[in-house]
């Protein structure tokens, strides 16, 4: 059954815009991205909204649906009310290039600034020899479908832009728990982890996990246990004392 | 509209959206009912502090146990007839312990979201801009003391043993008295709220990247996994049930509550 639905929409180059109205039909089963293709075929012909797969896979069409932050094209039209006037905005952490587009680019380079997977030097690719349960737990997180929801959605850098430079966000803070609690990476990730990538700015209070598309515990698995990973290396004076009666130091002793 | 370039300083910029959240449905019902629920447990924890009527044989409220002072403890209310605080310290016995669960519960990690969100709005919820102008999170004194949880969790377990300790003594004296049962269940509460905490499933082998070489650590943090993933219901389900079992005790010490089963 169709009906027409009322909405506003993000209209503008770079940060300057503002929200226009739209009236548009919309038909039984559709989700929201599903609607703005329609508007750009019938009455927008020039808005821009990053997409690709329509399936909940590429992370390309983040954006801000009623001010949550989700994917469009799994926002289904039907969990709205017929007369309720939906508002599409693009993510606001992030510089708008135009419309609905952000440029992301703050992204790429924190990820770029997480020292890749760092394996013993003795052992050469093709000789790893793990078992499920060793790596199970950090295979949580290559889920990750990379739509930056989490690190839009982080107040510590969505209403402090001033943090971005010393914070790498939720996802990025993510990658290296699991680098971390991988049995063959051998690099120090503990201490970068507070003092590069901003570990603790975080304050817990699990945004990140609330939006994840892929409903990853981002809080619960990765972040709390690499803040007390953090706790062991720099706060705690049993484990510091512990580590040097039993010669512990590398995390591959561990 | 305007048309600029990459390099334009205009496209360096968020979206200029003026309101604070364009989030339609009721985002504050959660943090507001969360302050209310966290204050009662303060303005209780108060009057428990002030309120002298803490034990009524076999019952002992679990906000003065252990009851360590040696004046202000009534007699069979102390742990094992113990009382290392001599007779100088005249005031609740409450106070002294009171830093302990206290503490693991002000530095808790749900806890922590709960108040940072309902008193402290930082965020308020999710995509709703907070109020303050600088942010640096749990970086600095005194909120880098939230590092400390782990002392806390060795504690509560103590405290933890000590109250389900309290509540077989109870059910042993009296096994009919519905205060007997009401403890042994605030003792599972707590108990259950205290091994669900997030440094127990670090320090069982969470901290462990080879689960494979200590099946017994893995197979410990996989039941505390299981109980972390409830660690929000029970924080609440504990809060309540040891403000409860402890209101119960003061009553039936006050003679308020006197049926024969009490």
Redesign the interface.
Same mark, same amino acid.
């Given at each position: 059954m169709s009906y027409k639905a009322k909405f506003k929409v993000?209209r503008?180059? @770079? @940060?300057?815009?503002k929200l226009e109205d739209f009236t548009v039909e919309v038909n039984e089963g559709e989700v929201v991205l599903d609607i703005i293709h329609r508007l750009q075929a019938t009455q927008a012909p020039d808005l821009a909204v990053r997409w690709n797969c329509k399936a909940g896979k590429c992370g390309s069409c983040s954006m801000?649906i009623?001010?949550?932050?989700r994917l469009g094209c799994m926002t289904r039209m039907s969990t709205f009310e017929e007369d309720?006037t939906i508002?599409v $905005?693009?993510m !606001?952490?992030?510089? +708008?290039?135009k419309d609905l587009v952000t440029?992301v680019s703050y992204n790429y380079q924190k990820a770029r600034e997480v020292p890749s997977f760092t394996p013993p030097s003795g052992v050469k690719p093709g000789e790893y020899r793990m078992?499920q349960?060793?790596v199970e737990?950090s295979q949580e997180f290559r889920k990750c479908i990379e739509c930056f929801m989490c690190n839009n +959605?982080c107040?510590?850098i969505?209403?402090?832009?001033e943090?971005k430079t010393n914070f790498s966000g939720p996802r990025f803070l993510m990658r290296i728990a699991e680098l971390?609690?991988?049995?063959y990476d051998v690099a120090d990730r503990q201490d970068a982890a507070q003092e590069e990538h901003?570990l603790?700015?975080?304050?817990?209070?699990?945004?990140c996990t609330?939006?994840c598309p892929e409903h990853i515990k981002i809080t619960?698995n990765a972040l %709390?246990?690499m803040?007390?990973?953090?706790?062991?290396r720099?706060?705690?004076p049993l484990v510091w004392l512990g580590n040097k009666i039993f010669k512990r130091s590398s995390?591959?002793s561990? | 509209?305007?048309? $600029?370039t990459p390099e334009?300083p +205009?496209? !360096?910029?968020?979206?200029?959206?003026k309101v604070r959240?364009?989030? $339609?449905?009721r985002w504050w019902l959660v943090p507001l009912v969360t302050f209310f629920g966290l204050s009662s447990f303060l303005v209780y924890g108060v009057w428990a502090i002030i309120d002298n009527s803490i034990f009524v044989d076999p019952y002992i409220a679990p906000f003065a146990s252990p009851c360590l002072a040696a004046v202000t403890c009534p007699e069979g209310a102390q742990l094992f007839g113990w009382a290392p605080i001599g007779d100088w310290y005249t005031l609740s016995p409450g106070l002294l312990i009171l830093a302990l669960p206290g503490g693991f519960r002000l530095t808790c990690?749900y806890y922590?979201?709960s108040y940072?969100?309902s008193f402290w709005l930082?965020?308020p919820a999710?995509? +709703?801009?907070?109020p303050?102008g600088?942010?640096?999170?749990?970086?600095r004194f005194p909120?880098?003391m939230q590092? %400390? #949880? !782990?002392y806390f969790f060795y504690a509560a377990i103590v405290i933890g043993l000590i109250l389900a300790y309290d509540a077989v003594l109870a059910v042993v004296h009296k096994p009919l008295g519905l205060g007997s049962w009401i403890l042994i269940a605030n003792a599972v509460l707590i108990n259950a709220y205290t091994l669900s905490c #997030?440094?127990c !499933?670090?320090i069982t082998a969470?901290?462990?990247?080879?689960?494979?070489r200590h099946p017994l650590r893995?197979r410990a943090w996989t039941f505390v996994s299981k109980l972390?993933?409830k660690h929000q219901p029970l924080a609440w389900a504990s809060m309540f049930s040891v403000m409860g079992a402890d209101l119960y005790v003061r009553l039936v010490a006050k003679g308020i509550i006197a049926f024969p089963y009490a």
């Open positions: 993000w503008g180059e @770079g @940060g300057e815009g801000e009623n001010g949550k932050p309720e508002t $905005t693009p !606001r952490t992030f510089p +708008v290039i440029d078992k349960v060793d737990r +959605v107040h510590v969505r209403d402090h832009e943090n971390d609690m991988h049995p901003g603790g700015y975080c304050n817990i209070t699990k945004c609330e939006v619960d %709390i246990p803040k007390e990973r953090v706790v062991d720099k706060y705690d995390s591959n561990k | 509209m305007t048309q $600029t334009a +205009v496209r !360096r910029q968020r979206a200029q959206v959240t364009l989030r $339609t449905d990690y922590r979201k940072y969100r930082s965020p999710c995509a +709703v801009q907070e303050h600088k942010y640096t999170g749990e970086r909120l880098i590092n %400390i #949880h !782990r #997030h440094s !499933r670090h969470g901290r462990l990247n080879h689960f494979s893995y972390n993933a």
